[in-house]
């Protein structure tokens, strides 16, 4: 069986999980992510959900956080555009709404990202 994400190690120690699918988006936001684990998506088009997963006693510095929402703009319909804006905030703030089809959420206290789509450069995809 394949993967349900895409998953990255970024400087710092960090991963960073992509869904492959709305489902596994769902999957990853909704059941998967801690709540204090960052969740990203690019902002007014479709791409996969993104977690950053935050472990017990850390927190994450401006670089992990730019680096894995520019791992959202680039798992997303805006991988060829210049600077993008990425959607970001806890995964305790991301919700779906009654009836919602899948992949599709709400969230609460966003943090807007501007950054060019990228994976990490020193790393290699971990899970295919």
Request: hydrophobic share 45%.
């Amino acid at each position: 069986m394949a993967a349900r994400w895409h998953e990255y190690k970024i400087a710092g120690g960090w991963t960073v999980l992509a869904g492959r699918t709305d489902a596994d988006n769902d999957y990853l936001s909704l059941k998967l992510a801690r709540p204090r684990d960052w969740w990203f998506h690019v902002r007014g088009m479709p791409g996969s959900h993104v977690v950053l997963r935050v472990g017990e006693g850390g927190e994450p510095d401006r670089a992990a956080l730019d680096a894995a929402a520019a791992v959202a703009a680039w798992h997303s319909k805006a991988r060829a555009g210049g600077v993008v804006a990425v959607s970001g905030t806890l995964a305790v703030n991301v919700s779906k709404p009654r009836g919602a089809e899948p992949g599709t959420v709400t969230i609460r206290k966003e943090r807007v990202f501007k950054v060019k789509p990228a994976i990490p450069v020193a790393e290699q995809e971990v899970g295919t």
